[in-house]
């Protein structure tokens, strides 16, 4: 008998221990002396039920057996309680993109949780106690080396959004003074306030002074200009020097510029 016993308790232990891993795991793990004490139940249940069996009661073997796997399953709870926990980590760093932003890090916590799987087979709780704490020290540093490298990539997109600003910024700059011209050539029947009043120069007639200002090298008298004359358009001043050009060409409000008039570039 009591060779039978040696022989049918692995199978039970095993039969205990492989049970359905899927099931939601215990809330807490049981301290040594209560998995110490459920263990010794469920031998005594073995016992019973070989001892059921010996006298020809099968229903009363079956319901011991019954039970011996149920304590035995409690015995691999503390161990189920370990995977699930650690399974939970893993699908959480998988989600928060861990192996992109922190690849090294998280294949080593990928080979932990691994050794960790080869213990619970094994059924050697100190070696998955161990890669439990392993695990767990990976997973905080995969976090914070996660987190970090978000930021970091963040403020490197920032960098590029704002120098790409800049070169769009750059570029529409460079387009106004295409569309713009900073130099205009003088044709037959062109007067200042007329050149001024076009609309690729100020859309304007009362801003001729300013263009009076930037050509008097040329430019004697604002009233006579020549065929041909290349005229400095000027595209960068500030709202005084605007406002004093309307003044002294008479323009009624000076101060209140048209909303139309075309002033691509001003001093700040």
Known sequence: MKRIYLCILPVFFFIGCAANTASKPVDAAMDRGVQ?????????????????RQDGDTETARQAFIKACRHFDEEDAFCRTIMYDATAKLKKNITMSGFEYAPKKSFELL????EMQNAYIDRDI????????LFNATYQEVQQATVTEKQKRLEEL???VTQKSEEIQKQAQEDI???YPTIYVVKKGDTLPSIAARHEIYND???WPLVYKANRDQIKDPKTIYVGQDLKIPREMT????IEARR????PEPEKIPKEANIPKRKK
């Open 36 to 52: 110490e004490e459920s263990f010794e139940k469920g031998i005594e249940y073995v016992k019973q039920g070989l001892d059921a």
């Open 111 to 114: 080979v932990v949780y691994l």
């Open 126 to 133: 100190e070696s998955l106690r161990n890669s439990e704490v």
């Open 158 to 160: 920032g960098q590029e």
């Open 177 to 179: 003074f295409e569309v």
């Open 205 to 207: 007639s009362f801003m």
């Open 239 to 242: 709202m005084e020097e605007m």
């Open 248 to 251: 002294e060409a008479g323009a």
